[in-house]
């Protein structure tokens, strides 16, 4: 891989949970993003991969651990005025489009916030840069006058990615980008995701519980389970050849259009609560295959074959 | 097929809106037989849920008409049952179960005070026996340490946890059919596996029918026998699972399951189905979906299609796709 234009090293997040109590939401998550590639995050709710993506571009604080985003350390001393040298470089998508847009503001508008709160850009040139940005999204130009409401679901996802793209970002962490739309929608705004990585060699960071479209988006994928990263791999080799028994399972039991796949029975018991963390590998109490040393010793992410990484005593 | 358990015909459900008049279902019609799985798939809009609620009479009655239809149940038409008759049905002989828990139970209550209800309402038990049944509810959907949970409030549990005893107060009364209106939507795909595991061993056990609406097409193919395909309102295919998803006969069927994206191999990219869902207030001529078709002909947009028959017990609505499989 080239030189990462992002990188998180020992990333931990604690909420306080009560008097004398934390939650660990993120623990020891590692990764790197290379320009214009991107890595899926996928996991299951609680997992910490939206609380990763937030930490990534400092929409919140990270406990502990390190952020670097083009060369720059973003994390601890003096980490805020380094990463407001490059916070335009950086932009969030949403999940729900609703919420992130605001209802009473024309999309021209919601578009341009970011050129307007930059503060210097020209009238005529903030129309122009508005119909150039709703072309690369496809919504007609007409649209610039109209509020959020008057749009689809998917349309408005749209808006949300204009707006993202006004000031010229690399690199965009995408939070549940399609998770809210209709299947139709969902693949026009990959479609348009992929695109506009290979128009602008945008990195991305690509937050997603759905693993196949994980798949038709990332170079690489991280598997989170309860707060940590599980697994790593190109997309080949993870899809190919899962090593985690958690990434075996969820893809077992991905449901697919296919009436004669006979699915694998479901895995027992459900995620454990981040407040009474089990000892040992947190996913020992469902894994099939745990052993003893499973549920003392926390296994450590490490190399079981060129750029495959896995958190298993068993692999 | 014997006498169906359930047959609905020609229904169409309009809600009054400031703009008149708004049709969410057209023309709707399908058989269930006894323990039987029907599926019904469609995006937002396409009025799969407005359907199954219109089974259950769950419509306001102050916002909703019926011009056409009949719901044939068990001998009689649900649409003109009177409430008190309806309120026996529903609950008692067709359960239903919604996407999210949480908002469908009470936050209140405890497991056993929400199961009871039902039990008492139905059958008549007593407080203390209908306790006893809720606690042999929750082993039934396998709750472990039923008789401890049956006294935890919704919040002291699992969205996982909150869809059993969901499940549960649904199947308190032996329902004969059961909906199951996105019932695995909110959860993650670990959970969804474990409740769709437990809908078909309930179904088995209990000899129930079930309609289960999704807009998961895995989820569809997983679990129903039967598919409606509806956009728009209107049924625009309707086949057994396999020949559905084998050999589609709509476009928007096509449509959709080439746009899923796929988990076995690489794609540079997906599928689409050009343009948006339409809104619901909007008056497409002819075909609803034509206006999105890339195989859509002159009439398409002039005309509506009728649903007409393509190969054994297989429907869909798509001329031009009809007279290629059967030239004039």
Known sequence: ?315 | MSAPLLSVRDLTVQFRTDAGWLTAVEQVGFELGAQETLGIVGESGSGKSVTALSILGLHAASTTRIPTGAIAYAGQDLLKLPDRAMRRIRGGEIAMIFQDPMSSLNPVLTVADQISETLMLHQGLDRKTARNRAIGLLDMVRIADAAHRVDAYPHQLSGGMRQRVMIAIAIACRPKLLIADEPTTALDVTIQAQILDLLRELQTELGMSVILISHDLGVIAEFARRVLVMYAGRVVEAAPSRALFRQPMHPYTSGLLAAIPPLNHDVTRLSTIPGSIPDPGRRIPGCRFSPRCTEAQTECREQAPDLVSVGDDHFARCPPRLHRMRPV
Request: proline share 7%.
């Open chain 1, 1 to 315: 891989m080239s030189a990462p234009i992002v990188s998180a090293r020992g990333l931990v997040k604690d909420f306080p949970a009560g008097p004398d109590r934390t939650l660990r939401a993120v623990d020891n998550v590692s990764f790197d993003i290379a320009a214009g590639e991107t890595l899926g995050l996928v996991g299951e709710s609680g997992s910490g991969k939206s609380t990763t993506g937030r930490m990534l571009v400092g929409l919140i604080p990270a406990t502990s651990g390190e952020v670097s985003l083009f060369g720059q350390t973003v994390t601890g001393r003096g980490g805020d005025a380094r990463l407001a040298t490059v916070r335009n470089r950086l932009q969030f998508v949403f999940q729900d489009p609703n919420g992130s847009l605001n209802p009473r503001m024309r999309v021209r508008d919601a578009i341009a916030e970011p050129l307007d709160i930059k503060g210097d850009v020209a009238r005529a040139d903030r129309a122009a840069r508005v119909a150039e940005l709703l072309d690369m999204v496809g919504l007609p130009a007409a649209s610039a006058d109209r509020y959020p409401h008057e749009f689809s679901g998917g349309q408005r996802q749209r808006i949300g990615i204009a707006r993202a793209l006004a000031l010229r970002p690399e690199f965009i962490v995408c939070d549940e980008p399609v998770s809210a739309l209709d299947v139709s929608m969902q693949a026009q705004i990959v479609n348009l995701l992929l695109d506009l990585q290979e128009r602008f060699g945008l990195g991305y960071l690509f937050i997603a519980h759905d693993l196949a479209v994980v798949r038709s988006m990332s170079r690489n994928v991280a598997v989170m389970y309860a707060g940590s990263i599980v697994e790593i791999a190109s997309r080949q080799a993870l899809y190919a050849a899962p090593q985690h028994p958690y990434t075996q399972a969820l893809l077992d039991v991905v449901p697919r259009p296919d009436p004669d796949r006979v699915r694998k029975p479901a895995l027992a018991g459900e995620v454990p609560s981040m407040l009474n963390r089990p000892a040992g590998c947190a996913f020992a109490m469902r894994c099939p295959r745990a052993e003893a040393r499973c549920r003392v010793e926390t296994p450590a992410l490490r190399d079981i074959a060129a750029g495959h990484r896995a958190a298993c005593h068993l692999v």
